[in-house]
T-cell receptor, first 115, second 110 residues
Framework: NAGVTQTPKFQVLKTGQSMTLQCAQD?????MYWYRQDPGMGLRLIYY???????DKGEVPNGYNVSRLNKREFSLRLESAAPSQTSVYFC??????????????FGPGTRLTVL | GQQLNQSPQSMFIQEGEDVSMNCTSS?????WLWYKQDPGEGPVLLIA?????ELTSNGRLTAQFGITRKDSFLNISASIPSDVGIYFC??????????FGTGTRLTIIP
């Protein structure tokens, strides 16, 4: 199993450009998440999806959109990138079918710089 | 939103020393989690706590769920070089959303 994969690993954008960050998991997990991590701060939740076909806002959703394409894939889109969106983005998944299922498996991250 | 204060922000210790860090919240949680992040990678779960007062160990790591449900503690005994990294606490009240602390960066001095 590859676990959680993210593409690309690095990206540089100009202000106003758009792009989509891709995430896929092969563990048949129901829930998937997108976080951003900024220096000196913990991970902040952008959006999450509790199951295929549903998405909900997290703590910092402004400027982002998401799509839960199927059970495996959860993409994050920046329609018009801003310098404030320079960050490291992590995707995660979690199996919610059992008791005490708290292990979120994180991808390796995407380092995004907006100039 | 909820705030998690994690302290200390950074620690510089010698190999073999014990480490203590804690996390406090402005509101209660019913789950506390501790993660470790290595450079260039995503966080990995170390310990999960589900009940106030619970004390759980994972090898040299021990974590406790505070009685007030607003705090948690992580101890690492006899630190080794591979313990270097950033440690995050995280709390959950409902079913989905985790709130993360700001992290404690652990450095081991040779």
């Amino acid at each position: 199993n590859a676990g959680v994969t993210q593409t690309p690993k690095f990206q540089v954008l100009k202000t106003g450009q758009s792009m989509t960050l891709q995430c896929a998991q092969d563990m048949n997990h129901n829930s998937m998440y997108w976080y951003r991590q900024d220096p000196g701060m913990g991970l902040r939740l952008i959006y999450y999806s509790a199951s295929e076909g549903t998405t909900d806002k997290g703590e910092v959703p402004n400027g982002y959109n998401v799509s839960r394409l199927n059970k495996r894939e959860f993409s994050l889109r920046l329609e018009s990138a801003a310098p404030s969106q320079t960050s490291v983005y992590f995707c995660a998944s979690r199996d919610t079918s059992g008791r005490r299922t708290d292990t979120q498996y994180f991808g390796p991250g995407t380092r995004l710089t907006v100039l | 939103g909820q705030q998690l204060n994690q302290s200390p922000q950074s620690m510089f210790i010698q190999e073999g020393e014990d480490v203590s860090m804690n996390c406090t919240s402005s509101s209660i949680f019913n789950t506390w989690l501790w993660y470790k992040q290595d450079p260039g990678e995503g966080p990995v779960l170390l310990i999960a706590l589900y009940k106030a007062g619970e004390l759980t160990s994972n090898g040299r790591l021990t974590a406790q769920f505070g009685i007030t449900r607003k705090d948690s503690f992580l101890n690492i005994s006899a630190s080794i070089p591979s313990d270097v990294g950033i440690y995050f606490c995280a709390g959950r009240l409902g079913n989905e959303k985790l709130t993360f602390g700001t992290g404690t960066r652990l450095t081991i001095i040779p």
